[in-house]
């Protein structure tokens, strides 16, 4: 039932050893899934051995390696189960949050996928925090934070551009105070000057550009909210604003401002 | 008593490490530890799901573990599964290859496989785990499963029902009875949800027509054990039938005058009771309030009886409610829909106030989107009181469809349609679609796009391409008439709309045969004609699917021929009225149509003239009644051939007359029956020079009767029409028999 | 064909603007007879904005706003109330809005996948038409 070309004898009569190798053959000639499927007939058929631990995650990475990212976790799961101490579960954990952060969708879509992400990701870190993936599971931990902002960002605009300047107000501000560290703050800043001074509270408005000032000055959104807070207006190219272009960028590009 | 936990020995693990159940028990070495902490090692232990048994003994300084290995699961398979197939039940299954067995889990799995069959229909399934033992402490695990037959509903009856037949309460509820083909419809099968739903639908059925005292006391179901089908029987008490009675407003809030909120009762005292009408009065009134700025207003109408005159009167009470405002709208399981296309069916924003009768709206709007299978509006306390969180959870389904029809004329010949479409196009709510049709005498090919809302607004646009050619036989001519129709649309109330198009199109007539009418002939080459046009609806029917009252109004205008070409103006009416007898078992419906073109160089072509019979004129051919050039050797080459051309004409108007009704079989076969009637004229020509001498193009009325045959197939609505004219020229061509099959458009 | 009008937002009736008395009103007493606003100041939190909007709109073009009303409530460090501002519609300024976005990533939907994409899961009782 499992993969290998025909002539070799029956999976059931091949030793852990030879079925493994074989795995790791198929992995090195670029067909991932028969090599975890392999992997699998390891584990099935000689629980017991030394090779069915190493099989175990070998399967889980060769099906994330083929993008299969229900097989990948459960496998990495399963690891977890019986070895959760072992020197790779720490690899093992850092899977699970891979086969969720591959996944993520754009920020207009649901995102509950980048919660299961930030979930994985903060485990990998806290369970196993002087693993060599703890490094990289932060860096991708702070993207997916990132992310979660670029969605606040995407409903704050959508608000904004439809003239509900509180209900924008309130979305940037949501970046601001809760994902202060992402790249998305600077915009934020800059999204609640234009809110502001369009309903005429100006303090508020000199206030998030100083703040955009202090952290983010080298930033095209400071020099955006100089422009407009100093009053000699946003410099506009002419082609972007008239009406058949906002239609080609709205209805074909799906872009929204 | 404590003791002092010395070292942890492990015995009896065989695949689980000994580190691995040391970290598990959660004992710590050289600590201190009680009977308590002791038994939370164990079921800490237990809780891993690795282990059949497991016991934990202190002995001497030392604490021994012992475990009885769960078995691991070599493979998972399922028997005497059909209806459904083996991954459809992995889904719903939590144990997996290669993962250690638990009894436990096993059940909960069989469980959920009957769960799953249950909701399919079978409700008498029955799943039992079954372990196969193999060397190596694994197991195969086997789920044996009975499926039984599918629990179908035999026989809805009613009980306590004197105003409406037990036929047409049947209508109303969607559970159909065990139809012919029922293993194909789902939706006769028996399941709790639906049951509550058709209590809805008569609850909402008998309340629009006065019973405000309407109850379902009983819906029982008794289960026929060998034919594996339930009897449903509902049992009701319709209440009298009331009427409207004295309606007055009273207003709570200080700022707001009762008059303007009178004025919006539309309802007159003696009008029957309806409690839709109810609502939308109590929906105007909430509106009002809002865009006075009083957004906390709530309007509860208070009910009090006159039963001497069986009506019921009733006082809105406008009372200033809590104020609760929106925080925040969070939008879940839209993996296709752009977040956007969601949060524009919200009329209420964040930082509105909160409106409970806006948020069902909202959910009603999402729904009539169509991309949905389940949509759930909740509402849950925000960060702060006085603060709500609205969540908006969707479940969305497929939206592309591919959709089958066809058609017979006896002059048209049979002419079959694909449309191939996608409701939801990259998520964004656009919609795309291909439609080909082709047949013995016609061949469409047409392409359409629709942004329903440019930016986020009631604005739809889009564009057809199309190419249409057609033969027409009976002119002895082709037309082919290929272009594009870009347009706009709006909504002008909440039940008219209006649709601008401009139309940029190449027409060309060719001639196919020799002896064609000079007049044909004249008119035969190639056009380019560019032209704007708008179509202006009003649709008052009760319901779009089967209305039985109300009426509906269209009107479209074209005027082309603006870039050269033939110039004109086409202006084309309809309207539709519809209504009901014997409690709706019979629809009467009366339709007037008329058309008129009107040329601006005093010269008109067929492709642009308007064409009678087939579904528009029955009775007759496609063209088969108007202006013919008619006479016998006058035509050809050498003037031996006969001509025997349908011209079309500039002007056309018909009446049509329609009652449906049941023909007695039991309704669940959808068969039921029809007579119609048609009566009208296409006439006035520009040139009547035609091979006959003077073609006669005044208004000759035309009539005809017919009885037609309705069946809803699994198929599609099947129509077969049987039509005979009664009033006709001698030279029109008759066509007695004619069927479709409707494809869902 | 009317326009629509709808109102957004909510701010306190005349009565109970005219009620708040700086110096002796505190955040309690405001919330208590006001309710708390939509929004409040971006840092220090002693500043209450509240902000109600009437749009019009018309069949097809965009809403546009014809009354918009702010009122500003400023307190002290005790919380006391220091002073009420109010501003109209005329004083918020027409601020062109940068069409440029933080770029972020995750799965987009491309084109072939969702003409296909959509076609290829249609389930069959769109196809049987029931």
């Not at chain 3, 709109?57 to 002073?83: C, H, K, M, S, W």
Request: charged share 25%; with cysteine; hydrophobic share 40%.
């Amino acid at each position: 039932c499992a993969g290998g070309d025909g002539n070799l004898p029956p999976v059931e009569s091949r030793s852990a050893q030879d079925l493994y190798l074989a795995a790791e053959k198929e992995l090195q000639t670029g067909r991932p899934v028969n090599a975890g499927r392999l992997f699998d007939e390891v584990e099935r058929l000689y629980p017991y051995s030394e090779w069915a631990k190493r099989a175990m995650i070998m399967s889980a990475f060769s099906y994330y390696d083929a993008k299969r990212f229900g097989e990948a976790r459960a496998a990495a799961e399963r690891y977890l189960d019986f070895y959760p101490a072992d020197e790779d579960a720490a690899y093992a954990q850092y899977l699970v949050a891979l086969s969720y952060y591959d996944q993520i969708a754009d920020v207009s879509r649901d995102q509950t996928l980048t919660f299961d992400a930030l979930q994985a990701l903060r485990e990998t870190i806290e369970r196993y925090p002087d693993s060599d993936f703890t490094k990289s599971a932060q860096l991708k931990f702070d993207l997916a934070l990132d992310h979660l902002a670029g969605k606040e960002m995407d409903i704050g605009r959508y608000y904004l551009k439809k003239k509900h300047y509180t209900a924008a107000i309130n979305r940037f501000r949501v970046v601001v105070q809760d994902f202060p560290t992402t790249r998305h703050t600077a915009e934020a800043l800059h999204r609640l000057v234009e809110a502001y001074l369009s309903l005429g509270l100006t303090e508020e408005a000199q206030t998030a550009g100083a703040i955009l000032g202090y952290n983010h000055r080298g930033t095209q959104w400071y020099q955006d909210s100089y422009a407009l807070l100093t009053g000699q207006g946003l410099t506009l190219d002419p082609a972007g604003d008239s009406w058949l272009s906002r239609i080609h960028r709205q209805v074909i590009q799906g872009k929204w401002l | 008593q404590a003791v002092r936990v010395g070292q942890i020995v492990v015995e009896g693990n065989r695949r689980v490490e000994d580190d691995t159940i040391r970290v598990f028990s959660g004992l710590e070495q050289g600590a201190v530890a009680d009977t308590a902490e002791l038994n939370a090692a164990l079921q800490r232990l237990f809780d891993t799901g690795l282990f059949e048994d497991v016991s934990v003994t202190p002995a001497g300084g030392r604490v021994v573990i012992e475990v009885v290995e769960n078995p691991t699961i070599n493979f998972i398979n399922y028997e005497g599964n059909q209806r459904l197939d083996d991954d459809a039940l992995a889904e719903v299954v939590s144990l997996r290859a290669r993962q250690p067995f638990s009894r436990a889990r096993a059940e909960a799995d069989a469980q959920a496989i009957q769960q799953l069959y249950a909701q399919s229909g079978r409700i008498n399934a029955t799943v039992v785990p079954k372990i196969i033992r193999l060397d190596d402490n694994r197991v195969n695990l086997v789920y044996e499963i009975r499926e039984g037959a599918i629990t179908e509903v035999q026989r809805i009856s009613f009980v306590g029902n004197e105003a409406y037949s037990d036929r047409r309460l049947r209508r109303v509820i969607e559970t159909g009875q065990a139809g012919l083909l029922s293993w194909l419809f789902t939706n006769d099968t028996y399941n709790q949800e639906r049951l509550e739903l058709d209590k809805q639908l008569l609850r909402d059925f008998y309340l629009d027509r006065g019973y405000v005292d309407f109850q379902v006391t009983a819906a029982s179901a008794e289960f026929a054990r060998e034919r594996d089908a339930f009897f449903l029987t509902f049992r009701i008490d319709e209440g009298a039938q009331w009427d409207f009675g004295q309606m007055g407003v009273t207003v709570f809030a200080p700022g707001l005058n009762e008059a303007e909120f009178a004025a919006l009762i539309n309802v007159r005292p003696g009008e029957t009771y309806s409690a839709k009408k109810l609502d939308r009065i109590v929906e105007r009134m909430s509106f009002l309030a809002g865009q006075k700025g009083f957004a906390f207003v709530e309007v509860t109408p208070r009910v009090t009886r006159d039963v001497a005159r069986g009506r019921v009167n009733i006082d809105f009470e406008l009372i200033e409610g809590p104020r609760v405002f929106v925080e925040r709208i969070d939008i879940r399981g839209n993996r296709e829909t752009v977040d956007r296309v969601i949060r524009r069916e919200f009329r209420v924003v964040e930082g509105d106030a909160f409106n409970a009768r806006e948020l069902r709206e909202a959910e009603q709007r999402l729904r009539a989107l169509g991309f949905f299978e389940r949509v759930e509006v909740r509402v849950r306390e925000g960060s702060a009181p006085g603060r709500a969180i609205i969540t908006v959870d969707v479940e969305e389904r497929p939206t592309g469809s591919l959709t089958f029809g066809a058609a017979y004329g006896s002059s048209e010949g049979i002419t079959g349609t694909v449309s191939l479409s996608e409701r939801n196009f990259l998520g964004r709510g656009q919609a795309i679609s291909l439609e080909l049709a082709s047949g013995a005498e016609s061949n469409v090919v047409s392409f359409r796009f629709v942004e329903p809302k440019v930016f986020d607004q009631n604005l739809s646009a889009g564009f057809t391409a199309f190419y249409r050619e057609f033969e027409y036989d009976e002119s002895s001519i082709n037309t082919t008439r290929a272009g594009l129709q870009p347009f706009v649309g709006f909504p002008l109330s909440e039940d008219s709309r209006l649709s601008v198009r401009l139309r940029v199109s190449q027409d060309k007539i060719d001639v196919v045969d020799s002896a064609v009418s000079p007049i044909l002939q004249r008119e035969a080459g190639e056009e380019f004609s560019l032209g704007v046009g708008f179509t202006y609806t009003l649709d008052k029917r009760n319901s779009p699917i089967d209305p039985t009252a109300g009426f509906i109004f269209s009107l479209d205008q074209e005027l082309n021929g603006l870039g050269g070409g033939p110039q004109y103006s086409k202006t084309t009416a309809t309207a539709r009225t519809y209504t009901s007898l014997f409690d709706e078992e019979v629809v009467l419906s009366a339709e007037v149509e008329g058309g008129a073109l009107v040329s601006f160089n005093d010269e008109s072509r067929f492709i642009d003239r308007f064409v009678l019979g087939g579904d528009s004129f029955r009775g007759f051919e496609r063209g088969g009644l108007g202006p013919r050039d008619v006479c016998t050797a006058c035509g050809g080459t050498g003037g031996t051939e006969n001509v025997n051309d349908a011209l079309g004409g500039n002007m056309f108007a018909v009446a049509r007359l329609e009652a449906t009704f049941p023909v007695g079989l039991p309704p669940d076969l959808g068969i039921y029956g029809g007579v119609f009637a048609d009566v009208g004229s296409l006439w006035s020509l520009y040139d009547t020079a035609g091979a006959s001498g003077t073609v006669d193009d005044s208004f000759n009325l035309r009539s005809s009767a017919g009885v037609s045959l309705f069946w809803d197939t699994a198929i599609g609505p099947l129509r077969f029409n049987f039509a005979r004219p009664i009033v006709k020229e001698s030279f029109d061509e008759e066509e007695f028999f004619r069927v479709t099959i409707d494809t869902r458009f | 064909c009317s326009p629509t009008v709808t109102v957004h937002g909510y701010v306190p009736s005349e009565a109970e603007i005219a009620s708040i008395e700086p110096g002796i009103d505190t955040i309690a007493s405001i919330e208590e007879r006001l309710g708390r606003p939509a929004s409040t100041a971006l840092v220090s939190a002693d500043e209450w904005y509240y902000v109600q909007t009437t749009m019009k709109q018309l069949a097809y073009n965009p809403p546009e706003i014809t009354d918009r009303v702010v009122l500003a409530v400023a307190f002290d460090r005790d919380g006391v109330v220091r002073d009420v501002s109010r501003y109209g519609l005329n004083d918020g300024q027409e601020v062109p809005l940068s069409a440029r976005i933080t770029e972020s990533g995750g799965q987009r939907r491309n084109v072939l996948l969702a003409v296909f994409g959509g076609l290829l899961n249609f389930d069959a009782s769109d196809f049987l038409n029931r």
